[in-house]
Structure formats: structure tokens, C-alpha cells
């Protein structure tokens, strides 16, 4: 039995990071955002170990096992090259794959549509060469999406406990409408941004829609970014232990002592310094439009309410 985390939520709400910090808890092995490993090895994305996914001690060793098994490959000899298997896996990868998800059993994978039956099975031998390589660590996944979260969750062998992170809407509005450069990483690796009101949309239907399909797994943690930020050694403390984890090193209250990873996709600060500070951060509290702060407010006044209600 393989035990994944897998980090749930909307953009920009600290996914990464969350999945960094987990996966420097000793014994759990951070790997980012697997739904996008297959554009990765597509491209020759870089891993964040520094290597390209194909030369990764890790990510290397399971694209040949992946392409002995289920003949996903960049050769000729492939059955199906990465890009295509990268448009199979992104037609499940959506909210209007979510319903017909829902109704799926792991016990009855004769009902599995021919698409989801095939991403299914070779994420069981992603998830399998991972666990061996890792030597059974706890696998820290954070490809976010409930449609993810619903498909991993019909893997054989594969025990999931999701986190949902969820960010305060004015914050995650600014960072998704104000593109961002970041220096020495290609435009092609960071996330495409969108207004704050479209923002303010997706988040008020995918922060329930995350928590429905979430809560329906044991052990899911809902856990407010903010809370993260301002306190990380206390919140950290608390989740590693509620997932039986032991905690990351701090060399200081805010500053956290990353370890070696292998992720794919995410934030481009998994390039960045294994030490990190982390800090609050309040410029959507001047960055924003008197117009958006106010859209922001009014469209997600009823989930905000919700999440009061459920004291996350
Ligand atoms: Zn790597």
C-alpha cells in the first residue's frame, strides 16, 4: 500500500509551498503535480532537483518503467507519445469530468470510462516505482484539482489523505492577476494568470467543490493559508502530527530547512533556496482596484460565510 497526501485547493493558495513543507517532514517525499508529468517529459521540463525529468534519479527511472509497461514514450517506438497520453490525461482533468467521477467505485473498475480505466493503471505504476524508490515514503502530491483528487482516489494499492488549503480570495485575486516574472525560469513554467473578478469565480466553485470531494477521504485537514504563514512552525507541528508525520526543521520560527525534492509543475519557487522564510503577504490590501476588492467581496460572501461557519 502506497500512503499519498494529497495537497487540494484553488491557484495561487499555497499548494507548493504546502507540499514543500510536507515533503521536508523526514520519511515523505514531495513530487509536485503529477497530472502534468507527461507535458513535462514532453518538453524536457526541468525536475526540481536541477536535472530534466529524463535524467532525474527518480522521474527517469519511472518513465522507462512506464514506457515498458503502458508504451507512453517520446521514440518512435512508443504506442502513445507523451503529448497525447499529456490530452488524455488533460480531458479527465476537468470540472465537467467531475459528476461522472463522482459516481465511479474502485471496486468496480469495469465501469471505468476507457480514458479514466487507462490513466488509472499507469498511475498505479507511477505511484508503485515512486513508493519503491522512495523506500515507502509518504508521497506528497499536489496537483490540486478535485477531478485529480477523484481519479487517484480509484488507484489500487493507494491510501489518500488530502489537505485543502484555502487562501483568502483578495489575495489570490492579486496574485493570479498581476503576472510575475521570476528570474532564470522560463515564462513556459509559470502558472497563466486570469482577471480577479474570474478569479473570485473559480474560487467560489472550486473551495467547496474541494472540500466535498476531500472529506470524503479520512483524515482530511482543511487548513487556512494565512494561518500557515503567520505561525508555520506551530501549524506545521500540528499537521505533521495529525498525519503521523514528524515535523520540518526550523532553523527559526519562520524559516524552514527544505530538503531535496523532485517536483513537477507548481509554483516556480521550487527552484528556490532549500532555505526558506516564509512570510505573510498583504499587498493585495493595496494592490488591488476599490472595484475588484469590492467584486471579490460580494461573489465570495457565501463560501467565506460557509468557511466561518466550519471555523476554518
Ligand atoms: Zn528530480
Known amino acids: 500500500m502506497v500512503r499519498l497526501v494529497f495537497v487540494t485547493g484553488w491557484m495561487r493558495s499555497g499548494t507548493t509551498l504546502l507540499g514543500e513543507l510536507l515533503g521536508a517532514c523526514p520519511g515523505a517525499l ?47 517506438d512508443a504506442a502513445i507519445s507523451y503529448d497525447e497520453f499529456h490530452q488524455l490525461v488533460f480531458g479527465i482533468m476537468t470540472i465537467w469530468r467531475v459528476p461522472g467521477l463522482r459516481r465511479l467505485r474502485p471496486d468496480r473498475p469495469d465501469q471505468f470510462p476507457p480514458d479514466v480505466a487507462r490513466l488509472v493503471e499507469v498511475m498505479r505504476t507511477v505511484f508503485e516505482v515512486v513508493g ?3 523506500g515507502d515514503a509518504r508521497i506528497v502530491e499536489t496537483s490540486k484539482s478535485p477531478a485529480a483528487l477523484l481519479t487517484f482516489g480509484l488507484v489500487p494499492e493507494l491510501q489518500i489523505t488530502p489537505v485543502h488549503i484555502v487562501r483568502d480570495p483578495r489575495a489570490v485575486a492579486l496574485s493570479e492577476s498581476r503576472s510575475r516574472r521570476w528570474s532564470g525560469v522560463s515564462d513556459r513554467l509559470i ?13 467560489s466553485v472550486f473551495v467547496p467543490l474541494c472540500h466535498l470531494i476531500g472529506r470524503g477521504h479520512p483524515g482530511y485537514r482543511l487548513l487556512r493559508y494565512e494561518r500557515l504563514a503567520a505561525r508555520p512552525q506551530p501549524t506545521m507541528t500540528t499537521l505533521a502530527a495529525a498525519l503521523g508525520l514528524t515535523p520540518p526543521t526550523f532553523l527559526a520560527p519562520t524559516i524552514v530547512q527544505f530538503t531535496e525534492s523532485h517536483l513537477i509543475a507548481g509554483n516556480p519557487s521550487r527552484f528556490g533556496s532549500r532555505i526558506r522564510e516564509i512570510k505573510v503577504d498583504e499587498r493585495w490590501r493595496t ?26
Open 30 to 76: 514531495t513530487v509536485g503535480e503529477l497530472t502534468h508529468i507527461w507535458r513535462a517529459y514532453h518538453r524536457e521540463d526541468p525536475c526540481s532537483c536541477g536535472e530534466l525529468v529524463s535524467a532525474c534519479p527518480l522521474w527517469g527511472v519511472v518513465a522507462e518503467v512506464v514506457g515498458s509497461r503502458h508504451g507512453i514514450g517520446a521514440g518512435p
Open 132 to 134: 519503491k524508490i522512495s
Open 191 to 203: 502558472p497563466r494568470g486570469r482577471s480577479a473578478v474570474r478569479s473570485s469565480i473559480y474560487w
Open 287 to 312: 494592490g488591488l482596484t476599490r472595484f475588484e476588492r469590492s467584486a471579490i467581496i460580494l461573489i465570495t460572501a457565501p463560501v467565506r460565510l460557509v468557511l466561518r461557519l466550519l471555523r476554518a
